[in-house]
């Protein structure tokens, strides 16, 4: 359970698109996301339904994507299609049905062109995307896209960026529905050679930095969840913890009754908490709780609810200290985010949606340079390692978790430095073309 359902399978969307210059030089870029149904539109509706509305979307933005004399930065054309462009057509797409495909969902579509076409600008200059975020390469400052206007003046996003790291402290994922000790195996489980107990997971991974899935709506359970692991991380070795209450909480007590019930039975396992991830309903505007109960005791950060800046702010507001930074929701509207949090000392982390493939390269990159709070979160490896076997001959080390830790050190070269002809996957056509 990596959500409030079970999850058991995941279609990824891929898309190709070529940038020209105003030269006439051209190159080609590679942009690619899981469609994550069950995270980004909860809903009684049938998977296949949602799913297939989500295809029809992204089939419409390759279409749409295409504007003649659309020439910019990436950050220039990814800021004004999604203020232009992104909610008119989503409107268009729900017009006539009954329940609405939500604004996040719409955003994980449009990610796959987004970071093709950073890459793609990387591709035709020859240089690392991260590389390319000064005022050497971006026109407008900051002040451009955020506000307050006075606080990003004469700002580019490297101004908030950190030099790459090529060594990140990994997190593994710990599911509400996942085995704990040995007499809760039923006989189901997969024999395909990969962990499956959690101490198994820490020892083979040699892992340092578990994220608990909790329910929300079980305080007993989930405080029980937070002991049981916590003993066996302390048994094992396991430095850090985080708990995701998965947007079911709706009063701030339910979390604080357990953190403060916790500090006393168990401190030890208190002080391994480093933040607490999203416990409240996503949709911030028609949700506003005060949360400085829970920040007081322990970072609260933002996953969800962080569709763009516009909503970090808003959480500021209402309590929260932290923001969790995801690619799927386009590397545009992440970067911006990292630069407001930043500017007004909010704590950074870079947060998984069991990126395989291509999907993992721009996530770990994206953390590499945020100067998160701890590392990365990266759960591919738990729930669809055989996804990303051709990728992980290139680079072995982002796919599979060695020492508690990935090596990015094989992603080398311009755009995201993907190796995507080494890599030899039979990949379509280019979908899309814009202007650089």
């Known amino acids: 359970m990596i959500s409030p359902s079970t999850v058991t399978r995941a279609l990824c969307a891929r898309v190709r698109v070529r940038v020209e210059d105003h030269q006439g030089r051209s190159a080609e870029g590679w942009g690619e996301t899981p469609m994550s149904v069950a995270w980004v539109w909860p809903s009684t509706l049938t998977w296949e339904e949602r799913e297939e509305r989500m295809r029809a979307f992204i089939m419409r933005l390759a279409q749409e994507v295409i504007i003649p004399d659309y020439f910019g930065h990436p950050m220039e054309l990814g800021h004004a299609f999604q203020e232009q462009h992104l909610e008119k057509l989503r409107s268009e797409l729900n017009a006539g049905h009954a329940e609405e495909m939500p604004h996040l969902a719409a955003l994980v579509c ?31 400052d900051l002040a451009h896209f955020l506000e307050p206007s006075a606080t990003f003046s004469a700002k580019w996003p490297a101004h908030f960026l950190q030099p790459r790291r090529d060594r990140l402290p990994v997190w593994h994922l710990v599911g509400g529905l996942d085995a704990i000790e040995p007499e809760e195996l039923t006989g189901a489980e997969p024999k395909d050679g990969y962990p499956v107990l959690l101490r198994d997971w820490i020892r083979t991974d040699g892992l340092r930095c578990l994220k608990i899935k909790l329910r929300g709506t079980d305080a007993p359970w989930d405080y029980a969840r937070l002991v049981q692991i916590g003993k066996i991380s302390i048994e094992e070795g396991v430095e850090w913890l985080t708990a995701d209450f998965n947007c079911t909480v709706t009063d701030p007590v339910y979390v604080t009754e357990i953190l403060d019930r916790l500090l006393v039975e168990h401190p030890r396992i208190y002080g391994m908490l480093l933040y607490i991830e999203q416990p409240f309903p996503y949709d911030l505007e028609a949700n506003r709780i005060d949360v400085r109960a829970v920040s007081a005791r322990k970072p609260l950060f933002l996953d969800e609810s962080a569709h763009d800046w516009h909503f970090v702010r808003l959480g500021q507001e209402l309590g929260w200290t932290g923001v969790a930074l995801k690619t799927c929701k386009t590397l545009t509207g992440a970067l911006l985010s990292l630069c407001w949090a930043r500017a007004h000392g909010m704590t950074l982390m870079v947060q998984d949606l069991t990126n395989p493939m291509f999907a993992q390269i721009p996530h770990v990159l994206l953390a590499s340079h945020a100067g998160t709070i701890m ?11 055989e996804a990303s076997i051709p990728e992980s001959k290139v680079h072995p080390g982002i796919y599979r978790r060695r020492e508690g830790v990935l090596d990015l050190s094989t992603l080398q070269g311009p755009g995201f430095g993907y190796r995507a002809a080494e890599i030899g996957r039979v990949l ?7 202007g650089s």
Request: charged share 15%.
């Open 428 to 434: 379509p056509e280019a979908a899309a073309h814009f």
């Open 375 to 385: 590392g990365v979160e990266s759960n591919g490896m738990q729930f669809c390692p």
């Open 110 to 140: 449009h990610s796959l062109f987004d970071l093709a076409v950073y890459d793609a600008f990387g591709q035709l200059h020859e240089r690392p995307v991260f590389e390319m975020l000064s005022c050497d390469w971006l026109n407008p």
